[in-house]
Nanobody, 118 residues
């Protein structure tokens, strides 16, 4: 099982981006999915989380601006990012709690760079 994130890029402040992350391979089930981010010289931090039932939670710094969603049929999680700020600049990582033939564990995508210019 692998996670492949995409959708990052360079955008001006106030702009929008949509990140996608696909879980590929033989996943028997996927529980919670999430997006994290890591800015230069900072620790990785949670951005948003969504349960398998679609219940979403957000960190305060993105509430009202970002929306997490998922398509269970496509094993994909999305992050719609609006009203982007320079402080949102970071590498964004997707995370999923996956059950496959090796057991259940948290898996990480490779990260996608988001750069917001002022």
């Amino acid at each position: 099982v692998q996670l492949q994130a995409s959708g990052g890029g360079l955008v001006q402040a106030g702009g929008s981006l949509r990140l996608s992350c696909v879980v590929s391979g033989r996943a028997f089930s996927i529980n919670g999915m999430a997006w994290y981010r890591q800015a230069p010289e900072k620790q990785r931090e949670l951005v948003a989380h969504i349960t398998s039932d679609g219940i979403a939670n957000y960190e305060d710094f993105v509430k009202g601006r970002f929306t997490i969603s998922r398509d269970n049929a496509e094993n994909t999680v999305y992050l719609q990012m609006n009203s982007l700020k320079p402080d949102d600049t970071a590498v964004y990582y997707c995370n999923a709690n996956v059950l496959d033939r090796t057991g259940r564990s948290a898996r990480w995508g490779q990260g996608t760079q988001v750069t917001v210019s002022s």
